[in-house]
Nanobody, 130 residues
Framework: QVQLVESGGGAVQAGGSLTLSCQVS????????LAWFRQVPGKEREGVSS??????????DYAESVKGRFTVSPDSAKNTVYLQMNGLKPEDTAMYYC?????????????????????WGRGTQVTVSS
């Protein structure tokens, strides 16, 4: 059974940093598209970043709104993917989720629809105050 568990959320002031973790259990995320989404009440989930790795190389993608501020990285030894968030802004406030596709794809990007993803964590809240 595949499970994803997010952690690392919290409350910070604008300009601060947080690192989110997505612990994957049940199988390796190698060769499966894993993405970070965020959602605020009343809005659809927004793709933030994605990663596809064969544990040797990895391809990442970011939404325009977070490019240059967020960095996604894998830790194969821990079967965990991290989202380093720097220069946080109040508009980054949201519940952050990690998600993974159940099937292999050659393309993995932050613009893949949330409905395409099969496995989801429960989310971790990020609150950025001005």
């Amino acid at each position: 059974q595949v499970q994803l568990v997010e952690s690392g959320g919290g409350a910070v002031q604008a300009g601060g940093s947080l690192t989110l973790s997505c612990q994957v259990s049940g199988r390796s995320y190698s060769d499966y598209c894993l993405a970070w989404f965020r959602q605020v009440p009343g809005k659809e989930r927004e793709g933030v970043s994605s990663i596809l790795t064969d544990l040797i190389t990895f391809d990442v993608d970011y939404a325009e709104s977070v490019k240059g501020r967020f960095t996604v990285s894998p830790d194969s030894a821990k079967n965990t993917v991290y989202l380093q968030m720097n220069g946080l802004k109040p508009e980054d406030t949201a519940m952050y989720y990690c998600a993974m596709l159940s099937g292999r794809r050659s393309y993995c990007g932050s613009n893949i629809a949330a409905t395409d993803f099969d496995y989801w964590g429960r989310g971790t809240q990020v609150t950025v105050s001005s």
